[in-house]
């Protein structure tokens, strides 16, 4: 079974700086993926960035980066640059070749103060 | 060119009505799936289709059926609707089976009255 734990409900960043975003998990796959999904008040749910856990590099889209710690199991988004368009819901989530499904994190709403 | 797209977006009913939710992609994916958000934004999985064919229940009640008529189709039919029922439900599809991005429509908001 596969859990994600994002322990903080909200954070709040200035427009133009930096902001992580904080996630862990715990599978007993080897196998296995993890997402960041952004949902937004329209509540379209937008892949952000996505990180093969076979991987050592960590991935980057962009303004958006990820701090991929496979021993910790930790796997946090740091959003540069923040911009007013980046104030949503970010949930992390995980996913394995084994059974295609998504296991979600509770979400973290971000805020981004002009 | 939307994607995933899903029908209605909004529905409300009253309690122990029959409704359907429809969902179409035109991403060319094999696998599609149902995911349930409920008021607290917790996003749980319901089923998951690869090749019309249902590969996973999550313990739902039996009174939510899924059909596939095709692999671009996956529709949500729920029976007696409840109070509990009430959620936004999203549908996502993904390229196959296995560990690959899913993308999501636009969500359907049922509210149960």
């Known amino acids: 079974a596969q859990t994600v734990t994002q322990s903080q409900p909200e954070m709040s960043v200035q427009e133009a700086e930096t902001v992580t975003l904080s996630c862990t998990y715990d599978?007993?796959?080897?196998?296995?993926?993890l997402f960041w999904y952004k949902q937004p008040p329209s509540r379209q749910m937008i892949l952000v960035i996505r990180?093969?856990?076979?991987?050592?590099q960590n991935a980057t889209e962009n303004r958006f980066s990820v701090n991929f710690q496979k021993a910790a199991k930790s796997f946090s988004l740091k959003i540069s640059d923040s911009q007013l368009g980046d104030a949503a819901m970010y949930f992390c989530?995980?996913?394995?070749?084994?059974?295609?499904?998504?296991?979600f994190g509770k979400g973290i709403t971000l805020s981004v103060r002009p | 060119d939307t994607a995933v797209s899903q029908t209605p977006k909004y529905l409300v009913t009253q309690m122990g009505n029959d409704k359907s939710i429809k969902c179409e992609q035109n991403?060319?994916?094999?696998?599609m799936y149902w995911y349930k958000q409920d008021s607290k934004k917790f996003l749980k999985i319901m089923f998951s289709?690869?090749?019309?064919?249902?590969?996973i229940n999550e313990t739902v009640p039996n009174r939510f059926s899924p059909k596939s008529p095709d692999k671009a189709h996956l529709n949500l039919h729920i029976n007696s609707l409840e109070l509990g029922d009430s959620a936004v439900y999203f549908c996502?599809?993904?390229?196959?089976?296995?560990?690959?991005?899913?993308?999501f429509g636009p969500g359907t908001r049922l509210t149960v009255t």
């Open positions: 289709y690869n090749n019309k064919e249902l590969i």
């Open positions: 996502a599809s993904s390229q196959d089976w296995g560990a690959y991005e899913q993308y």
């Open positions: 599978t007993s796959e080897s196998d296995y993926y």
């Open positions: 990180q093969e856990a076979y991987k050592q």
């Open positions: 989530a995980s996913g394995t070749g084994a059974n295609s499904k998504l296991t």
């Open positions: 991403l060319g994916h094999d696998t």
